[in-house]
Structures are given as C-alpha cells and as structure tokens.
C-alpha cells in the first residue's frame, strides 16, 4: 500500500514540472521567454492528468498510500524548485524542439 | 493590527511565530530526529544485533523476568520491531518499587552496553522537554498549537500562493530571498505541517484537553483508563498461591491468529502466582490507525479468555490521528518522508525567525547598535537554530565519550543536551551575529561530520563494519550524520558570504550621492 503511495510521487513531479513550466515566470526562468499559449494549454492538460494520475494511485494505497502520496508530492514539489533554481537547463531540455 | 483580515493574520502569524518559534523549532528538531529513534537506540547499543525474532526475544525476555524480578506484582516487555533490536522491560514489586532495564532479545537478559538515554531521549524532549510533568507536556502543547494557528494564517498572509509555488529566488538576496524560501519550505510541505501539529495536540489530549475526562469519569481517573483499555478490566487481586507460569509460545501463537497480526508487547500480572494473567498486544505494522489491541491469557493454563473489543467512533478517531502522528505504519520510505517534511519544517521555522530580524534590520538607525528586544531575538535565533543541532551532535558525542560506569549516565547525557543549548546562547550574545552564525555553523558541521570517526575509535559502530556486515540501517544513519554535517559546511560558507548589512538611512545617503 505504502508503494503504491510512493509510486505517485514520480507522477507528481511530472505534474509539478508540467505546472511550474505553464507559468510565465518560470517558462522564463528555463527558456528565456514567457510560455506560448497553446504550449501553456498542452502543459496544463498534462499537469491535471498527471495529478489526477497520483491522487487516483494514492488512493488505491488506502490511508497509507494517501499519507505517502502527500509526502512525496511534497518531496517531489521541493525536486522541481530546486531544480528550477539550480539547474533550469535541465528542464529546458523538456521544451527544446526535436532535432529534425 | 488593523487593516482587514491579510493584515490581522499577518500581525497573528510574525508574533505567533516569533514567540513560539524557539520552543517549535527545539520540538521540531527532536521530533524530527525522532523518526529515526531506534536507529539511534541501535547506535548507542553496538552489541545489538539486527532482525531479532520478536516472538523468541518475548520469551526469552518472559523467562528472564520470571526469575530475575520473583516479587513482581506485574511486568511488561516491549518486543523488538523491524526497527528496534532491544526490548524495553518494566516491573513493579510486593513493596511498591519499580525498576526498568533494556534487555537483549538474542539472551534475554540486559544489554551489556552502558546505560544510555538513546534516541528514547529526542523521543522524551520532543514532548516533555525535560520539564516536570504536566509542565513539559503543557509547553509541548501550547507551541504545537501556536505552530498551527502560524501557518493557517501564513497561508491567508500569503497573495499568491498558486503563483508563488514554484518561487525561490535567491539570487536577489536579503529579505526577498528569505521570503521565498520560508514560503516555498512553507506551501511544498504544508498538509505534514497541519497534520503534525494538530495530530501533536491529540496525542497529548488528555494533559491539554482532559475536560471530557473530567466531565465523564471526575477524579476517578482508573476507571478512564480502563475503558480505554477494556479488555484489561477484572484482573484478579493476587492469591498468594504460587504456580508455575504457561509456556509463552502457544499464547503468542492464539493471540496472533485471534488478533491479527503479530504479538509486539506483553504484560503479566500476578507473575509465578494462581492468579497470573497474560496479556499479549498486537503490533499495529501497515496500519494507519494505532489501536490497542490485546488478548489476555490465564498465565497457569495458557487458556485465552477476552480480547479486544473494537474499539467505539472516538476512540477509533484518536486511534487513527494518534497513529499518523507516531508513523509507527510506515516502512523505510516512508520514514525518510516524514524526516524530509520534517526537515523542511524546521527549515520553516528557523527561516521565519531569521526573516524577523532580516527585515527589521535595514530599518534600525544603526544596525551595529540595535535595541534590546532586537538583539534578544537575534541570540535567541542562534541558540535556538544552531543550539539545538549541536545539542544532538553532542549527545552523540556525550555518548561515545562518557565513561561506561559512570553514575546516572542517560541523565547526564540530557545534560550535556541542554547545557550546549544555553552554551550557544551565551556564545552566541558574546559574538557578532554573523560570526556566531558562521562559527556555530562550522562548529556543528565539525560536530555531526566526525561522529562516525568518533564512533568507529572508541569502541561504537563501525560505518566500515557495518557496510561489510550488511548492517544498512546504520550504514545510513551514519550517512545520514556526515550529510548533515555537509550541511552546516554549506551554511557556515553561505554565512560567511553574507555582506554587513548597512543602515536604510546611510544606504540612501550614499545612493543619493
């Protein structure tokens, strides 16, 4: 059950990342310039789906995958700050265009 | 304090803060550490070895008691855990004394390490703070719920919380740097912050709230706690005829089938007499919910004869809050969440305090010179914030260093705890703030970094052993102590960057000029 809970924290951190990057700020932060629209729309629907995604795996944990869902998600929010402070250039390896 | 209500709960959460924040961080810190007790408890005791077998460790624990302690009236054992490898025994005797003893599950019989207060002493001052009782207790309390009242106000202080989320710029320096992270150490960990301050509060209930106590049960407070306990009620006065106590072994087995799960504590009443009863408690392992949960035996036949009812709504409600305070469920992961959240939260609180003086300080005419109240909080921020971490690095210190046969060994070890605390008071009144800082800070990643070196010389665990033996429960907490220290290296090299700060009044002058 706990694992269950600690598998939604990779999911969380994904949706963190998905919602740090659909805000200006640090859309900024990471690329240099203020995030495109649609770009912002595709981050938020992915960001909302990802959290849905670990609220439903921590549920299914019971009380115990909730109470570690919640911790991880914690844990997983301080990843995306310190890594948007530390090393933004990782995550803008997210948004780079591919290599055609 | 007028102005709305951002305003209110702004002025509720800097005093709030200010006020209790010494007291909760010192909570913090020990509670903190606390999540990883019996790894210390192991540490201060290298002669454990790990994984003992609970159900043997009772028994041997049981026949050790039955002929080391023959005028008991009563004793208990607490069996070793997935994470605890001794047991803790009490007993009281015909002539009203009582006497306690670590014991060793693998013989049964007293640890051969000298006495120490391990992490049961972190546990302890995370909420009696070596404070007579009810005293401690009630202090424990009062901060849990000014901790709690803090942060439901910071979160109506903070404009844009959604916004500032992901917000941590310290590049900017100053107040907007120290802002930003008491925010974000604040908002990332704010559901444990809630829940561990409030669930704090129930856990002590009955010291902070007995009203309904009182209400239902007056002065007759047994008869509390026999409800509570219902399946304890009737034990029978002693006969006086003496009789040979049940194997332990097939009342262990009956409890676990007719309980559930496995048996982790014991208690005998009347032991070695007609009348002896055994009453063996289930573990709550994988459960959220901490209720206690016991058979009682006839000690003579070994015959099983009540268990627990379930237990009613309130009960039920204590039972699950009080659990997810103590976290006894959790496995390794999960532990090391709760010592993350409860790092940040200590990260929160030590940030707030810092945050007091840091915006206060541009605005003082002279900031070398400040007024009383100002420079109070000052020292009292380098004792609180760096006192307590070199107080736990000193008690692991005190450990290795005092000698095994000194008298009252645990007691002076809790000493050593708090005369470092008010030895960083006073050091830290007699230096300037950014030296104390600097130098407290050096002297803590010194502190926590060496332990392992200090440990491995004088007898203790072996970081190298230990890795060698598979021992990986101390291999991290050894780790864990040299991250620490690596740490405070990081803040002592942060600290001593930090720029003198400079009068608002001549800083104008000279941007003017």
Redesign the interface.
Known sequence: MELLGLASAPLAFAAFICAALSMDRHHRQVTGYACPAARRARLRLASKALFVLAFLLGIIGGGVGIVAGVLGAGLAAGVVVTTLTVRPALLARLLAPRAS | MNGGLRASMSWLHTWTGLISGWLVFAIFATGTATVFRHEIEAWARPSLSANPDPAAGLQRAYDHLLTAAPQATLFGVQAPSRQERDMQAYWSNLDGTYGQAELDPATGAPVADPPTGGGEMFYRFHFELMAPYPYGRLAACLAAAFFASAVVSGVITHKRIF?D??????EKGGQRAWLDGHN?LGV?????HLFIALTGIITLATTFMPFGMVGGYGKDLAAFYADSAPETRGMPERAGKPAVMAPLGPMISTAERQLGGQVLRLTVNNPGDASARVTLHRDNE????RPAVAAVFDGVTGKLLTASPPPGPAMATND?LYG?HMAE???P??RW??F??GL?GCGLIASGLVLWTVSRRRKLPDPAKPYFGFRLVEVMNVGAVMGLPLAIAGFFWADRLLPADLAERPAVEGRIFLATIAATIVYSALRPQKRAWTEAAWLAAFAFAAIPLLSAATGGRNLAASAAAGDWAMVALDLTLVALGGGFLFMARRAGRVAAPTPRRAARTAAAE
């Open positions: 916004s989320f992901f917000t941590f710029r310290p974000v990332l960990a704010l559901p444990f994988g459960r959220l919910s699950l997810l469920f959790a496995g992961a999960l969440l709760y993350f959240a940040s």
